[in-house]
């Protein structure tokens, strides 16, 4: 198994800002995925996110908006740019392991106001 | 394209009696499957998979599931539900691995909103 230590575990913006949530892993992964979770819906992936490469994003997710970065193979870091109230989310990653599940970090709460 | 169904936003049932909780899915070739469990503001739980072999397997907190090759099903079960169990529901399947490839996303239905009342 992989345990996700993933921060922060909420957090209140104002619009215009931007928001950098980080998560850990306790292994070496070469993929690290980001979803987003909105109120009362199912999870959409955001984008995977490769070590030494650019992130790929899914349909209508942009880097401009969502930056990633992926500076070794136990970490990565989402940020939520010039942010809307539509952008109010829970935000979570994941990584696959050898046993074929994902794990998943303990999720960003996300509410801008 | 892979799709993941979960028919119901909701389900209720009575403490000690059984619960079933459904998902369909539309994957090409073999696909793997899960099922995880979100408590109120945590992260998603991982309760139980299908890779290969028997059809029914077994996970945590007793729950089962059972794959349905020809209905393209894995409906997750439990016995006798507990107040406890009361919490949302993922069912996600990925495709196949092929040899030498890295593990991909999971594709995650709408999830399923289960109330269990004492």
């Known amino acids: 198994s992989a345990v996700i230590s993933q921060k922060p575990s909420r957090d209140i913006c104002q619009r215009g800002t931007s928001l950098t949530i980080q998560c850990q892993v306790d292994s070496q992964v070469t993929m690290m995925f980001w979803y987003r979770q909105q109120p009362g819906q199912s999870l959409t992936l955001i984008a995977t996110a490769n070590q030494g490469s650019e992130a790929t994003y899914e349909s209508g997710f942009v880097i401009d908006k969502f930056p990633i970065s992926r500076p070794n193979l136990t970490f990565s870091t989402l940020t939520v740019s010039n942010m809307s109230p539509e952008d109010s989310s829970i935000y979570l990653c994941?990584?696959?392991?050898?046993?074929?599940?994902?794990?998943f970090g303990q999720g960003t709460r996300l509410t801008v106001v | 394209a892979q799709s993941v169904a979960q028919p119901e936003d909701q389900v209720n049932v009575a403490e000690g009696n059984p619960l079933t909780v459904k998902c369909t899915y539309s994957?090409?070739?073999?696909?793997?499957l899960f099922w995880y469990v979100q408590y109120p503001n945590r992260g998603l739980q991982f309760l139980l998979k299908y890779i290969t072999g028997d059809n029914l397997v077994k996970g945590s907190y007793g729950f089962e599931a059972e794959f349905n090759k020809s209905q393209t099903s894995f409906h997750l079960k439990k016995p006798s539900a507990l107040v406890s169990d009361s919490a949302l529901y993922f069912c996600a399947v990925s495709p196949p691995r092929d040899r030498g490839s890295t593990l991909g996303r999971l594709y995650f239905g709408r999830g399923t909103q289960l109330t269990v009342w004492p």
């Open positions: 994957v090409s070739g073999n696909p793997y």
């Open positions: 994941s990584v696959r392991g050898g046993t074929l599940e994902a794990f």
